[in-house]
């Protein structure tokens, strides 16, 4: 079904090839109608094995055919003895083997090869492996053998070290290898993991975590060797995308802990908000708030319509419980699943409270470089320079600079940051939505980060009016619930239908809207439809 | 050492307008002479070449052309009594064409010519310790399977008969480096592994724990210069990765990040003007499975001459509609 070339040929040709596959496709049907006819009679013999062999040679897709041969393998096991048994599977595992020079890529053959290891008396590991090693010869980037491989090295206990070194070997010889790197990926962590972090989550690594996840249980030490490798790789090929792709991975941020990164209580509304490091679906999480020490039974709820894992989750508190003005209140805020806290204490004379960390201390935006690392990634961001300077138009060493750059200091990189986006979009324009999101991205963590360097409070709304005007802002998802919302200007955006507005409805207490300079005006009765849409809304301007 | 990209180049002549009537005439006629060859060397997944072939005519409101009564026999004789269903008569059962013969039914309304319950036994029954699925008794575990099981079991309102936390936490533990999924724990990120993740972790409401900004920049490296999709780096554009990544994109919600312009080119040069039908790459020859997921990604990029497709289940989605499925989507 893939890389069929459609060729051009004489009339001739054409029935040449039309009687030649007249005849194949006879012998096919009757070869598959004898050997579904003996299935069906319940016919497990050596004559079950020739025709489904034969058949299976050319048509290794062919599933059932692999099932009626296990099936007569297993019956034809329980006649034998041991040493007759090992002959019959190491037989199999050649014909396989005959197969997969064909098809490399045949699932069935595969599964049937691991199959046979699990019937086989003494599997020879070693020759399994030599397998492997040719097969990858052949293609690197054959999975299946890969996923084989990753088999054949957990039963017969061959170190990550070696396998390890065998990914060194292939990268160094070959272009197209990204198999070998993400290999190694799979390997670090289970070689040199690092010390688990005094946290109070109880989840540990274990070898098969995923190494997304756990892409920071790489002691530094071999981390930073890491650096080097795919350094080495993308300096010789800086078209080697690989290498990038690997070396994006390594800068990647710690993991963050799983916290409650933020607790709000409000007087007025009685209310309180709880934000968390990661979207959590509060019933499931063992929330609870004790408020002056007695547990309160409460009702948490999402601030999404939708999606049942939130990021920021409410409740409401018992009437008149923190109301009198002239009270203090503490609050605490349990994440029992995950043995966490947070204390908020609401004093008197205040009519609401914050607790958070800041977002340098929560390290937000990027982690914490020990004296090592940064001055390796200060060296990086050199050589990566220079390279820009061999080769101006690569886009990879670009983003690669980018990323160095946040790495090592966010504020300071900032206008060399937006420079080399501009360039990105120049030269790879094809992704140029990637980049000016990621940009984005980029912009408000910094904008955020000066904040706070300011002490300035985040996107404080206490004086009730959004002013978001000359953006190119297309919808309002995120923006809903805003109980003290009273104000929005949105002037020169792309607001388009009145879809884009639908979460303001959930403002009650917006009354003053501004849409000047959106295309959103030219829809038909425009003026009734946000009517209906917003009805609180009496201050309109479009 | 100098890599040179490996790409296609679209010849100027290649097809540039999209021609729909064509490749509906080609379902229609495919598979009507039963002594095509390639027709009966593809009998092992028959049921999944039904499910492209209708899916693709429905997209294209052409539905009516093809033999509802006698897919629904088909569907009935292949159902064993395990519950599972096969691809064909006398071939054994598999969730692969479990699932396919489900979404010919969910199609046709007609959902109860088989065992339901059965089926969902079936399915339930090749759920492992771990969580993984098995694709029948014969025991291949795959993120493929996770995804038939859980797309099959939507589609049939069943989804709590499995435990879904094992189920998520096996998807989860099949996350790379890159962001992407491979088939088990360990293997390599490829972009139809990652539309069944993906689709598997929308329909089980845990979208949340995808890293999109990292995905998604991976899977908007896949566009080469010629606007062609491959399914994973240093590999050859195929038109179904217009489906597999691009589906992908769309339940991520980074479907902005592809050059839209230019993947369309590519994807109507893939187009064959003598014989309808859609090939893997422009100048191959044409078959049911690239028709279907190059008619579908045109769908999702928006073409308006196609009816609207789901990308979790790679169905129309008025049929889903119908049935009650709005499965979600990051924004």
């Excluded at chain 2, 969580?131 to 939507?154: H, M, N, P, Q, Y």
């Excluded at chain 2, 989860?172 to 069944?196: K, T």
């Excluded at chain 2, 309808?276 to 308006?304: C, N, Q, Y």
Aim: with cysteine; proline share 4%; hydrophobic share 35%.
């Amino acid at each position: 079904m893939h890389g069929r070339v459609k060729v051009k040929s004489t009339a001739q040709q054409e029935e040449e090839k039309r009687k030649e596959r007249e005849k194949k496709l006879k012998a096919f049907v009757s070869a598959r109608d004898a050997v579904l006819r003996k299935r069906s009679a319940g016919e497990h013999d050596e004559e079950a094995l020739q025709l489904t062999q034969q058949l299976l040679s050319s048509n290794p897709d062919f599933a059932t055919l692999w099932n009626y041969r296990r099936e007569v393998l297993l019956q034809l096991e329980t006649s034998r003895e041991k040493d007759e048994v090992q002959k019959l599977y190491e037989s199999e595992l050649h014909f396989i083997e005959a197969c997969l020079k064909v098809n490399p890529k045949s699932y069935g053959c595969w599964h049937h090869r691991s199959w046979v290891n699990t019937r086989l008396p003494q599997p020879d590991w070693t020759r399994e492996l030599g397998l492997c090693d040719r097969c990858l010869s052949l293609d690197e980037r054959n999975f299946h053998c890969w996923d084989y491989r990753r088999v054949v090295v957990k039963e017969s206990g061959v170190s990550v070290e070696q396998e390890l070194q065998f990914t060194d070997r292939l990268i160094g010889s070959n272009f197209s290898n990204y198999s070998s790197w993400h290999y190694r990926s799979t390997l670090l962590p289970q070689l040199h993991p690092q010390p688990a972090p005094d946290s109070a989550s109880n989840t540990s690594p274990s070898p098969t975590a995923s190494p997304q996840i756990h892409s920071h249980r790489v002691c530094e030490e071999q981390l930073l060797k890491e650096y080097e490798l795919a350094h080495n790789a993308f300096f010789t090929d800086p078209n080697d995308q690989s290498a990038w792709f690997y070396y994006r991975w390594l800068l990647g941020r710690a993991e963050r802990e799983e916290m409650i990164s933020c607790v709000y209580v409000s007087r007025e509304r009685e209310r309180v908000s709880v934000a968390f490091s990661k979207p959590v679906h509060a019933q499931s999480e063992g929330l609870m708030l004790v408020l002056d020490g007695q547990p309160q039974q409460v009702e948490w709820r999402s601030t999404h319509p939708r999606l049942r894992h939130s990021p920021v989750w409410l409740c409401d508190l018992p009437p008149g419980s923190v109301s009198d003005i002239s009270n203090e209140h503490n609050l605490t805020v349990h994440w029992t699943e995950k043995y966490t806290h947070r204390d908020c204490a609401l004093y008197t004379g205040c009519a609401e409270s914050w607790c958070r960390d800041s977002a340098t201390d929560q390290e937000l935006f990027r982690s914490e470089l020990s004296v090592e690392k940064s001055s390796v990634l200060q060296a990086e961001l050199q050589s990566c320079n220079q390279l820009l300077e061999l080769e101006p138009q690569n886009k990879w060493c670009l983003l690669t600079i980018i990323l160095l750059m946040r790495a090592l200091d966010p504020l300071g990189h900032e206008k060399e940051t937006l420079a080399h986006f501009q360039t990105l979009k120049e030269v790879d324009p094809m992704r140029s939505s990637y980049y000016s999101d990621l940009c984005s991205k980029f912009l408000i963590e910094n904008t955020i980060l000066k904040m706070e360097y300011a002490e300035v409070r985040v996107f404080s709304l206490s004086n009730k009016v959004l002013e978001a005007d000359d953006n190119a802002i297309e919808s309002l998802e995120g923006l809903y619930h805003l109980p003290k919302l009273e104000e929005v200007s949105l002037r020169n955006n792309q607001i388009c239908k009145l879809s884009d507005l639908e979460s303001l409805a959930s403002c009650t207490k917006l009354t003053r809207l501004d849409l000047r300079g959106n295309p959103v005006h030219k829809t038909a009765n425009i003026d009734s439809e946000l009517s209906q849409l917003l009805p609180l809304v009496t201050a309109l301007s479009l | 050492m100098g890599t040179q990209v490996k790409d296609v180049v679209i010849k100027p002549e290649a097809p540039n307008t999209l021609l729909l009537d064509k490749h509906a005439d080609y379902i229609a006629a495919y598979g009507s002479k039963k002594d095509d060859y390639e027709y009966t060397l593809s009998e092992y997944l028959r049921m999944s070449g039904i499910y492209w072939g209708l899916t693709v005519m429905d997209l294209m409101g052409q539905l009516s052309r093809m033999n509802r009564e006698e897919i629904i026999e088909f569907i009935k004789s292949c159902q064993h009594d395990c519950g599972g269903i096969s691809a064909s008569t006398g071939h054994d059962p598999h969730l692969l064409y479990t699932l396919s013969a489900v979404q010919i039914l969910s199609l046709y309304d007609s959902i109860n010519v088989i065992d339901v319950d059965k089926v969902v036994d079936y399915v339930k029954g090749l759920q492992q310790e771990d969580g993984s699925f098995a694709g029948d008794k014969w025991g291949e575990i795959d993120t493929r399977f996770s995804f038939c099981a859980v797309a099959t079991l939507a589609l049939l309102g069943k989804l709590d008969v499995i435990n879904m936390d094992k189920a998520v936490g096996f998807v989860l533990s099949c996350m790379n480096f890159d962001g992407g999924f491979g088939c088990r724990p360990g293997s390599e990120s490829h972009a139809g592994q990652i539309y069944c993740c993906t689709g598997f972790l929308s329909i089980t409401g845990q979208l949340h724990q995808v890293n999109a900004d990292l995905l998604g920049w991976w899977l908007c490296e896949r566009q080469l210069p010629s606007g062609g999709l491959n399914g994973r780096p240093e590999k050859l554009p195929d038109v179904c990765y217009s489906w597999w990544v691009l589906a992908s994109l769309k339940i991520i919600g980074r479907i902005h990040w592809i050059d839209k312009a230019k993947l369309r080119s590519f994807i109507l040069a893939c187009q064959d003007e003598e014989t309808g039908g859609f090939a893997d790459r422009p100048g191959d020859m044409v078959d049911p499975f690239h028709t279907l997921f190059g008619v579908a990604g045109l769908s999702l990029l928006g073409d308006e001459q196609i009816k609207p497709v789901n990308p979790v289940f790679c169905m129309p989605e008025d049929v889903l509609q119908r049935i009650g499925l709005q499965p979600d989507l990051l924004n």
